[in-house]
C-alpha cells in the first residue's frame, strides 16, 4: 500500500531564516566586486553555508587582517557588542541579519539587567544566541547565569535566593516544558521574579504541530541539522510519544530502511533552518514502497 504521508505546515525555513539567507545572496549581486564575509555560520544549516560559499559569500570564525572594501554579515543568531565594535574598528562595513526576535531577547535582557535583576538566560550555555545575548547583559551587570535546564539550577540557589530579584529570558528555540520545569525551580527562590517569554511564535507552534503529528503517525521524521536547537528540540519532543528519526539528508534514509518500511503513516517536519528543497528530497525518498 502506498504510505499516507504527513507534512508539516510550519517545516522548513522561519520568517526570520528566509529574510537572513536571502539578503544575504542579494547583498552579492548588488556587491559582485566585493568579498562578503559571514562571522560563523548565518544559520545551522551545513547544505545552505555551501551553497553561500558557492555564491562567494564565506562563512569564517574569524575575519581576514587588512581586508579592504570587504563587507561582515552579522549571522541570524547575533554576535556580542565587543565583537561587533571589533568589526567596525577593522574597517569592515556590516550588514546585520540577527533575527527580529533574537535582538528582543538581548534587549530585555539588558531591560531586566538595568532594573537589577539578575539576570537568568535559560539556553544552551555554548549556543552563539545565548552567548551574544549573556554578553549584552553583561554590560550592565555581573549578576548574568545561563542554566539549560532544571538540574542546573540546583548549584545556584544561594546566590539567586540572596539577590531576591530574578528576570528570566529564554533562547527563542526553547522547549515550552524545559522552560517550565526550570521556572518552577526558580520560583522558591525569589522574592520578585520577572519572566520575558521570548520563544519565538515560530518555534512554539512548530513545536504544538509537532506534537500532534507525534500522536497521530506511526514515525514522525525531522529533517534537519543536528547542530540547529530548534531542529533537535523537534526530535526530542516527538521520541516519547511514536518512533522519530532526524536526517540532516535524504542520504541517511538508507540507515532506517526498516522502520521507515514498516511505517503506514509518516509525518514529516523539519527545523527552522531546512531549507525546503531539502524537506522536498526526503519525501520523495520516503514515498517509494522499499527504500
Do not use: W
Not at 574598528?89 to 539588558?110: H, M, R, W, Y
Amino acid at each position: 500500500m502506498p504510505k499516507n504521508i504527513q507534512i508539516a505546515k510550519s517545516a522548513g525555513f522561519c520568517y526570520g531564516v528566509k529574510k537572513a539567507v536571502e539578503t544575504a545572496k542579494q547583498l552579492k549581486i548588488d556587491n559582485p566586486n566585493k568579498k562578503i564575509y559571514i562571522l560563523g555560520a548565518l544559520i545551522h544549516n551545513a547544505l545552505v553555508t555551501q551553497e553561500l560559499e558557492d555564491l562567494g559569500i564565506f562563512t569564517v570564525d574569524e575575519l581576514p587582517v587588512n581586508e579592504q572594501n570587504a563587507i561582515c554579515i552579522i549571522r541570524s543568531h547575533g554576535e556580542t557588542p565587543e565583537r561587533i565594535e571589533k568589526i567596525k574598528n577593522s574597517g569592515f562595513e556590516i550588514v546585520d541579519l540577527t533575527c527580529p526576535d533574537v535582538k528582543k531577547v538581548q534587549q530585555k535582557a539588558i531591560n531586566l539587567a538595568s532594573e537589577n535583576y539578575f539576570v537568568v538566560i535559560i539556553g544552551k550555555e555554548n549556543h552563539p544566541e545565548v552567548i551574544a545575548i549573556k554578553a549584552n547583559a553583561l554590560q550592565i551587570t555581573d549578576k548574568v547565569l545561563v542554566i539549560n535546564n532544571k538540574e542546573e539550577v540546583t548549584p545556584h540557589k544561594e546566590s539567586l535566593k540572596a539577590h531576591k530579584k530574578i528576570g528570566v529570558v529564554i533562547q527563542t528555540t526553547q522547549t515550552i516544558n524545559n522552560v517550565q520545569e526550570t521556572i518552577n525551580e526558580l520560583v522558591p527562590l525569589a522574592k520578585e521574579l520577572k519572566i520575558e517569554n521570548t520563544i519565538c511564535p515560530s518555534t512554539s507552534n512548530r513545536q504544538k504541530e509537532t506534537v500532534e503529528l507525534a500522536n497521530n503517525n506511526d514515525l514522525v521524521i525531522v529533517v534537519g541539522s543536528k547542530t540547529s536547537a530548534n531542529t533537535t528540540h523537534l526530535a526530542h519532543i516527538c521520541a516519547p510519544i511514536t518512533k522519530t528519526i532526524h536526517v540532516e539528508t535524504e542520504d541517511e534514509l538508507d540507515n532506517f530502511k526498516n522502520l521507515i518500511n514498516d511505517a503506514q503513516n509518516i509525518a514529516v517536519t523539519a527545523g527552522a533552518s531546512t531549507p525546503q528543497n531539502l524537506i522536498e528530497k526526503v519525501i520523495k525518498k520516503i514515498e517509494k514502497e522499499n527504500i
